[in-house]
């Protein structure tokens, strides 16, 4: 057992350095705004999602058990969610591939599932479909016009803004910037423009719609969150994440909805992640075109987990440039990580160690709980690699830090240390060879292992193996490196 260490995360509220402790002991309520599925999830969306895997693991690393709640939006998010108009995503995704918005929040689902498998990013507790909580969102606005928070207007509902005094305090935005920068659409209810819908009226034309004290509508995307957190986590939860653009408008109206109801506080901690980027500046954005998905990187033979190792690099909260040269030194980086491993397994673990494991644990563990910081828990662990320790304590650290980093460091340096009868054959052979120092028969056979996809080492306890021919390489493809 290691020894406890404060957990320290910067908290969006506030925007102060908070230590962390979670309302009940031992036990965290975690609430992750998840992928709306009208399209496929880019890489800029992953890694807001590798961010929260990585909270939800240093969180277990502390010892505190994890409810953990991401759901999938499959109705209500419009194109323009800061005016609360625009068109439903599902909805323009359906007209425009004439398809059913069900069939395509189906297969996105799937996708993102499995793209979210390979980046190692653990499954929440929770993964609630926004269409299947249509019940307890129209209870939701049912109490808050009854509380005054919320009124109808011609089928259509608003949260009333200037009812609720700490609307802006996430954000800081005040309900007057917000008068000013908003333009009142025609034809809309709204008693003043800051107010947003927590029920839209849907005619016969759209295809997704439900009945309601209102009449036939859908609900609003911020108002879908609060009620599926409420009713799966309760009124008060620990922490609650997503990207940047969320703070505003999204999560403080999921404030002002939440508070309004339950006359709790609704999340103690906010942590919002920065932008992936491209082009030094951009926010890599579906609606800007400048997207990568997974299987776009692994078209160019990119290794998922290599996105991963490239996210943690950086801090969660900075911006992170996009380049297929800066994924690539990544993907070298992992590798050499990797086949670092692989040696590791093949080594005797007998050896006495001249360095201090727990030092590095040490280093390790209060790196993560400063705000998750990942370029230095990633330094630590390349430092273990190159340290004096003994092969087996290495391997034990590697596995305990793999708890947070997941970067299947372990599972890979098995697969890149598996040899076949054949080539064992042929290393048994190369042994014999350079015992009797024939270095000719020795190079023959380090060239027969190559082809065979084995590279070879000489270290002074023995060969060491690693196969190469499990790993992508990376096309460096000139001229086709715009985005898709
Ligand atoms: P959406 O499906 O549009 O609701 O976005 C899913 C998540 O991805 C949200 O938490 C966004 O804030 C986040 N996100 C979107 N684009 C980026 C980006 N370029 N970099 C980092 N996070 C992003
Ligand atoms: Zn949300």
């Given amino acids: 057992m290691y020894a406890s260490r404060p957990l320290t995360l910067m908290n969006t509220y506030g ?29 800029g969306n992953f890694r807001a999602y590798i961010f929260a895997d990585i909270l939800r693991r240093t969180l277990e690393y502390n010892g505190f058990e994890i409810t953990q709640v991401r759901n999938i939006t499959d109705v209500g998010h419009l194109t323009n969610d800061t005016l609360s108009t625009g068109v439903d995503k599902m909805e323009a995704a359906a007209r425009s591939q004439n398809a059913s918005p069900w069939d395509i929040a189906r297969h996105i689902t799937e996708v993102f599932l499995d793209d979210a498998a390979k980046l190692n990013i653990e499954a929440p507790e929770h993964m609630p479909r926004a269409t299947e909580y249509i019940g307890p969102m129209i209870d939701l606005i049912e109490v808050l016009v009854s509380r005054g928070y919320a009124y109808a207007a011609g089928g259509d509902v608003y949260f ?90 999204h999560h403080e109206d999921e404030i002002a909805q939440s508070e309004a109801a339950t006359g709790r506080r609704f999340s103690r901690f906010w942590l919002h992640n920065g932008w992936l980027q491209i082009g030094d500046s951009e926010k890599m954005s579906k609606s800007l075109g400048n997207i990568f998905t997974l299987s776009d990187l692994a078209d160019r033979g ?13 801090h969660y909260r900075t911006p992170l440039n996009f380049s297929w040269d800066a994924l690539a030194a990544a ?80 599972p890979m340096a098995k697969t890149l240390s598996q040899t076949s009868g054949a080539e064992r054959t042929l290393l048994r052979e190369r042994e014999t060879a350079r015992a009797i120092r024939d270095f000719a028969r020795s190079d023959v056979l380090r060239d027969q292992l190559r082809a065979s996809g084995v590279e070879v080492k000489d270290t002074p306890g023995g060969q060491r193996t690693i196969r190469k021919d499990v790993l992508p390489s990376f096309r460096n493809d000139d001229g086709e490196d715009e985005p898709g």
């Fill in 302 to 314: 990119i290794h998922p987990l290599s996105f991963r190792y490239f996210t943690l690099q950086a």
């Fill in 331 to 410: 993907q070298t980086g992992l590798y050499r990580l990797w086949e670092g491993a692989a040696e590791l397994c093949q080594m005797a673990t007998s050896e006495q160690p001249t360095d201090d494991a727990t030092k590095f644990q040490a280093g390790f563990h209060e790196a993560i709980n400063r705000d998750l910081d990942t370029s230095v828990a990633l330094s630590v662990l390349h430092s273990v690699v190159g340290s004096k320790l003994s092969a087996g304590e290495k391997l034990t650290l590697i596995g305990d830090f793999e708890r947070v980093l997941a970067l299947d460091l372990i």
């Fill in 160 to 249: 009333d803004v200037s009812k609720f005094p700490k609307y802006g305090a996430l954000s800081g935005n005040t309900i007057e910037d917000l008068i000013g920068g908003h333009r009142v659409e025609v034809g809309e209810g709204k008693k003043s423009p800051a107010d947003f819908s927590v029920w839209r009226s849907a005619g016969p034309d759209k295809i997704m719609r439900w009945d309601s004290p209102w009449g036939m509508g859908v609900p609003g995307w911020h108002l879908e969150c609060s009620a599926m957190a409420i009713d799966l986590l309760g009124p008060e939860i620990d922490i609650h994440t997503g990207g940047e653009d969320h703070i505003f408008p």
């Fill in 15 to 43: 925007r102060q350095m908070e230590e962390f402790q979670p309302l009940e002991p031992g036990r965290v309520t975690m609430y992750t705004c998840g992928p709306t599925v009208y399209s496929y999830a880019h890489i």
